[in-house]
């Protein structure tokens, strides 16, 4: 079965130098039926402007995966890591035990990124910080794993959870297998999955599928979440 949700039926908030939509409640959107996805809690597309970001804060027990689409993203922590991710990069934080971190925008253009919070297996976990440059050319027939919690990934989460990405040419199907329950994301382009028509920006919940077929109407960008 599934589910689509546009990107104009998204939960919106504008702070000026935040742009952001919400796939779930997330602050001051609040809906009782768009809680989470099994271990998957939060996904935000944001749009933040430039020379701007968020300041230092902290989080704990949350996996939080950043996946730039333009521009780039500067992440400073009080583990005293310190990086930049492009569009088309991951960066992952596990914020265990406790972190505080920032986010700055530090280019001269808006940068548009999604963040993505999973729930962990394992609590109490020591803080760390990784990021992971990724092919930028389009993918063929599969997509590409960006993170998981097996090992088999260059970014690890404490999770049995599973994320692809890649850039589809017009005209290319991919076929992904599905482990537990999915969340597709639409970067950009437009995407047909099972009979689905997703432009940019829209989600599409996936359950009791072991695979989908994505097809690529127009050149195309993708990620594929699979959480438990």
């Not at 701007?52 to 993203?73: L, N, Q, S, W």
Request: glycine share 10%; proline share 4%.
């Amino acid at each position: 079965m599934i589910t689509h949700y546009p990107y104009s039926s998204l939960g919106h908030a504008n702070h000026g130098w935040l742009d952001a939509k919400h796939h779930f409640s997330f602050a001051s959107y609040y809906n009782p039926k768009r809680m989470n996805l099994g271990a998957l809690r939060v996904i935000n597309d944001d749009i933040i402007q430039a020379g701007k970001g968020f300041d230092t804060h902290p989080h704990k027990d949350m996996e939080i995966i950043t996946y730039v689409r333009e521009g780039a993203i500067t992440h400073r922590d009080s583990n005293g890591n310190e990086g930049r991710t492009e569009a088309g990069d991951v960066q992952v934080m596990s914020a265990g035990t406790g972190i505080f971190h920032s986010e700055f925008n530090v280019e001269n253009v808006d940068t548009n990124l999604f963040q993505i919070w999973i729930e962990p297996n394992q609590l109490q976990v020591e803080p760390r910080w990784d990021s992971h440059v990724f092919p930028k050319d389009n993918v063929d027939g599969g997509l590409t794993l960006l993170v998981s919690g097996d090992g088999q990934a260059p970014l690890h989460i404490h999770q049995d959870a599973f994320i692809y990405a890649g850039k589809l040419k017009a005209g290319t199907i991919a076929k992904q297998a599905i482990q537990h329950q999915a969340y597709v994301l639409v970067s950009e382009g437009t995407l047909q999955i099972e009979g689905n028509t997703a432009q940019k920006g829209d989600g599409l919940e996936v359950r009791q599928l072991d695979e989908i077929s994505i097809e690529a109407i127009e050149d195309s960008e993708v990620l594929v979440i699979d959480v438990p």
